[in-house]
C-alpha cells in the first residue's frame, strides 16, 4: 500500500468534512494550485483511499426518528448458510448496515424507521421469513450521542 504524505492526509481530511469542496477551495486552503490538488484527489479515488461521494441525509427530516439495532445469531454456522444470510440481508432495503460479528453475536445489523409498528412489520414480514436464524435481539436507541462518518488519522 502506498504511503501517502501530509498534503494527501490534509485533502482527505477537508473531503471527509466536506465532500462539495471545489478544488479551487482545497488549493486555497493548502497554499497550492488546483491543478496538483485535482491531480492528487483523483489519484486518492482511483487508489481507493476516496470510495465514493455522498450526502448524509437527516434521518428525522425523511421520517425515520426510529433506529433499531438488530443482534442476530445464526442456528448453523457454515459457510453456505453464512453466505445465504448475508445476500438476504443485503435484499432487505430497511437494513442500512450489516455487519459480520465475532462473540457473542453473529449479525449487527442497524435500522431507521418510522415507528415501531413499522419495525414490528418488518420483523414479521421479512426477517422472520430468513430460516437460519436462531435469535433475534432488538434494542432501540433512546438519543444518539455521538455519529461521524469521519475516520480519525
Known amino acids: 500500500m502506498e504511503l501517502l504524505d501530509e498534503t494527501d492526509l490534509k485533502i ?11 478544488t479551487k477551495d482545497i488549493a486555497k486552503q493548502l ?12 489519484r486518492l479515488e482511483k487508489k481507493g483511499y476516496i470510495k465514493h461521494y455522498v450526502a448524509i441525509l437527516d434521518k428525522k427530516m ?6 433499531a439495532i438488530c443482534m442476530v445469531s445464526l442456528r448453523y454456522h457454515n459457510e453456505g448458510f453464512i453466505d445465504t ?7 432487505l432495503v430497511e437494513v442500512q448496515e450489516c455487519y459480520h460479528m465475532a462473540g457473542k453475536v453473529d ?3 442497524k435500522i431507521h424507521l418510522e415507528g415501531l409498528e413499522e419495525y414490528h412489520e418488518f420483523v414479521r414480514s421479512k426477517l ?3 430460516h ?3 435469535v433475534l435481539e432488538s434494542y432501540f436507541v433512546l ?11
Open 12 to 22: 482527505l481530511r477537508i473531503l471527509q468534512n466536506d465532500a462539495k469542496k471545489t
Open 31 to 42: 497554499h497550492l494550485t488546483a491543478s496538483p490538488v485535482y491531480e492528487r484527489i483523483r
Open 62 to 67: 425523511l421520517n425515520r426518528p426510529v433506529t
Open 85 to 91: 444470510f448475508e445476500q438476504q440481508i443485503k435484499e
Open 107 to 109: 449479525f449487527f445489523l
Open 128 to 130: 422472520s421469513k430468513i
Open 132 to 134: 437460519n436464524i436462531g
Open 143 to 153: 438519543k444518539e450521542v455521538h455519529n461521524t462518518t469521519a475516520i480519525d488519522f
